[in-house]
């Protein structure tokens, strides 16, 4: 599903979006809203012990 | 009408008069009695003519989950299937399904076979979701609960016993009803009836509500069991009793359209009429679930031209914004996808913009710093703006929001 999932920082403030590279390479930002079902599989994705990666 | 067609008889019983003195329906769908207790069709796009994301999609399979090509309609696969499809929004121009006013269709193309003997559990299956918030129409949970009518075109290679399956995502309630092919690669038109649940009530809000499953294929898993079909706790080996597999041949097709979703019991004498909507209208709902800049009948992708025209404003010479202000409220916050132009740059090109300065094109990343179900806030970083300065942009976006 993901190759890596990133939190976005902007002017030392964490945004409340993750930065998402998919296993096609597409990039994408999901926010993190538990009605989303991107961010509901990133949650997913984590309790499989996956790793939230720092900003870049 | 000529005066010796008006219904005289009818208007003077105060019975509802009917056009060229026919015989009024009793039951069912009536000359300005519409059932229906909506102004609009349940499902959305159920007449697959709206296919934003692509018209054609090819090796979807084992990890393939998701849209791919017609609106709401989403592929679903479970626990490693072997089986590939090539997934289309069909143009139909002949036949029984285009003869009752449709002209598109979902195609499911099997090109790599899978006799559904590697795992038990494997699962491919087309998947439609209500939301929470549209469906306690239906009563569910309560002592008015109302059955429901599933209704659809079909047109299947393999003959035989199919399922289409409803599900209380909100409750893990479910049930199943069979329905046969009965002759293949012919348009037939089925309508199923559910019972009525008068357990586990939906509720509210804009999750998944009901689902509605049709079954591809799937392994022993699903089928160990008694097909369940009054509503129970969701049962996994009672769900696809008896599916035949329509992944068994390269040679095999799934076609669907024409999808309503009706309240209370219908025949197929009984069944109120499709609602078709205008294709602008039905966009527009699509919407809700997902939205693009680019043109439609335009996949996006890295690359495609955009109008140029978007503008990033820069208060710092360092970082640039803009806020895009969505065509229809989402369902929810948006995943968002940024696309580069036809500019310049190069790679994937997701998450980068091309942005003009210093006489030309250059490519640079942007993030999503905001996206809620109205509008998003993109921004970019490159330390190469001009303070207090406006900088267009060539880009295009797509706001995911589906179920």
């Known amino acids: ?56 | 009408m000529a005066l010796s067609k008006i219904d005289v008889a009818n208007m003077l019983t105060g019975a509802t008069p009917v056009a060229n003195g026919g015989t009024a329906l009793t039951s069912g769908f009536k000359n300005g009695t519409d059932p229906r207790p909506t102004s609009k069709p349940i499902i959305v796009n159920g007449n697959m003519a709206v296919s934003q994301r692509s018209t054609s999609v090819t090796g979807i399979g084992n990890g393939g989950e998701g849209y791919h090509t017609i609106d709401r309609f989403k592929f679903e696969e479970g626990n490693t299937p072997s089986a590939v499809w090539t997934m289309t929004q069909e143009s139909l121009t002949s036949g029984n399904a285009y003869n009752a006013g449709f002209t598109k269709a979902l195609k499911m193309d099997c090109t790599t076979s899978d006799d559904a003997s590697g795992h038990a559990n494997i699962l491919n299956v087309v998947k439609y979701a209500t939301e929470r918030q549209d469906t306690h129409l239906f009563k569910k949970g309560t002592s008015n609960a109302e059955k429901y009518t599933v209704a659809f075109w079909i047109k299947a290679t393999k003959t035989g016993t199919h399922i289409c399956e409803l599900r209380d995502n909100a409750n893990d309630r479910a049930c199943s009803v069979a329905y046969t092919v009965s002759t293949t690669n012919t348009w037939e038109h089925k309508v199923l009836n559910f019972p009525a649940d008068t357990t586990g009530a939906i509720g509210t809000g804009n999750s998944k509500g009901l689902e509605i499953y049709w079954s591809l294929y799937s392994g022993s898993g699903y089928q160990g069991a008694t097909l369940q079909t009054a509503w129970g706790g969701a049962s996994t080996n009672a769900r696809y009793t008896g599916q035949v597999n329509n992944a068994d041949s390269t040679s095999n097709n799934w076609h669907l359209t024409g999808v309503q979703l009706e309240i209370g019991e219908f025949s197929s004498t009984t069944l109120p009429p499709f609602q078709h909507e205008s294709y602008g209208d039905n966009l527009i709902r699509c919407q809700r679930y997902y939205e693009k800049s680019f043109e439609q009948g335009t996949t996006p992708a890295a690359g495609v031209s955009a109008p140029d025209g978007r503008v990033f404003g820069s208060w710092d010479g360092q970082s640039a914004r803009t806020e895009i202000d969505f065509n229809t409220t989402k369902r929810a916050s948006p995943t968002v996808t940024v696309y580069r132009g036809a500019n310049t740059g190069s790679g994937t090109g997701t998450g980068t913009a091309n942005f003009i300065y210093s006489g030309a094109w250059n490519n640079h990343g942007t993030v999503t710093n905001h996206a809620d179900d109205s509008h998003v806030s993109l921004t970019a970083t490159t330390g190469n703006f001009t303070t207090n300065a406006a900088h267009v942009a060539d880009m295009n976006f797509t706001a995911d929001a589906e179920l």
């Open chain 1, 1 to 56: 599903m993901f190759s890596s999932v990133k939190k976005i920082v902007l002017d030392k403030i964490e945004m409340k979006m993750l930065r998402v590279t998919f296993l096609d390479g597409k990039i994408s930002d999901v926010p993190k809203d538990d009605n989303n079902r991107h961010y509901q599989e990133i949650l997913a994705w984590v309790a499989d012990g996956n790793t939230i990666e720092e900003a870049d």
